[in-house]
């Protein structure tokens, strides 16, 4: 392939001037790379290098939607954020004649606890209308590690049992996705 992967020369590609959206996302990034890589231990199979780095474009997109309470100033909403940011990082990898399927999926995958198509259309969401539900053990890891912190307020990390309460309100099939992925990553 001749491409070392490099978080950092795609993320500032986007992201070049110190603003404070782009201080937000990179100390919330971190966070979630830290929870992310603390569950490893017990996870062998999982391949640590690409968590990484991809938990450090998993929000690539929150600069095209609008939140400003996170000086988000673009039009798109906020739940776009994961297929924006996908689109970023496929436009990146073929602009760079590089494969960067599996970081782009990291994007898409990690809101809420993934969407599935049917949730999509029940909710009117403005989605495309398919499935974007994490599959991988590294796309499973980073959606799981992301819940834990917000980019809002004062960014503390959650407990599960409070992570859990905050995902009540979207139903059934997000709690038990969540809790599919607690058991995987945390010994309780």
């Given at each position: ?6 978080w950092?020369?795609?993320f ?9 959206m ?9 966070q979630v790379?830290e929870?992310a890589?603390s ?18 474009l998993?929000d ?5 939607c609008h939140?400003?309470s996170i000086?988000c ?7 776009a954020h994961g297929i ?19 970081y782009a ?6 809101t809420?606890c ?7 259309v029940?909710?009117?969401l403005?989605?495309p209308a398919r ?7 590294e ?6 590690a992301d ?5 809002s307020g004062g960014?503390?990390e959650?407990?599960?049992?409070a992570?859990r309460?905050?995902l ?6 997000t709690?038990?996705?969540f809790d ?9």
């Amino acid at each position: 392939m001749g491409f070392a992967m490099d978080w950092q020369e795609i993320f500032f590609s986007f992201y070049s001037e110190n603003t404070p959206m782009r201080r937000i996302l990179l100390r919330h990034s971190m966070q979630v790379r830290e929870k992310a890589l603390s569950l490893l231990n017990e996870n062998s199979r999982i391949d640590a290098a690409f968590v990484a780095d991809a938990v450090m474009l998993h929000d690539i997109g929150i600069g095209r939607c609008h939140a400003p309470s996170i000086f988000c100033d673009g039009a798109a909403p906020y739940i776009a954020h994961g297929i924006l940011g996908a689109e970023m990082v496929r436009a990146y990898g073929r602009a760079h004649r590089v494969d960067l399927e599996k970081y782009a999926r990291i994007c898409e995958r990690h809101t809420g606890c993934g969407l599935s198509a049917a949730e999509i259309v029940a909710q009117r969401l403005p989605l495309p209308a398919r499935d974007f539900l994490p599959e991988t053990p590294e796309e499973l890891l980073v959606c799981f590690a992301d819940k834990f912190f917000s980019k809002s307020g004062g960014m503390q990390e959650k407990s599960p049992d409070a992570v859990r309460r905050q995902l009540e309100k979207f139903g059934e099939a997000t709690l038990a996705r969540f809790d599919r992925m607690r058991r995987l990553f945390l010994k309780e």
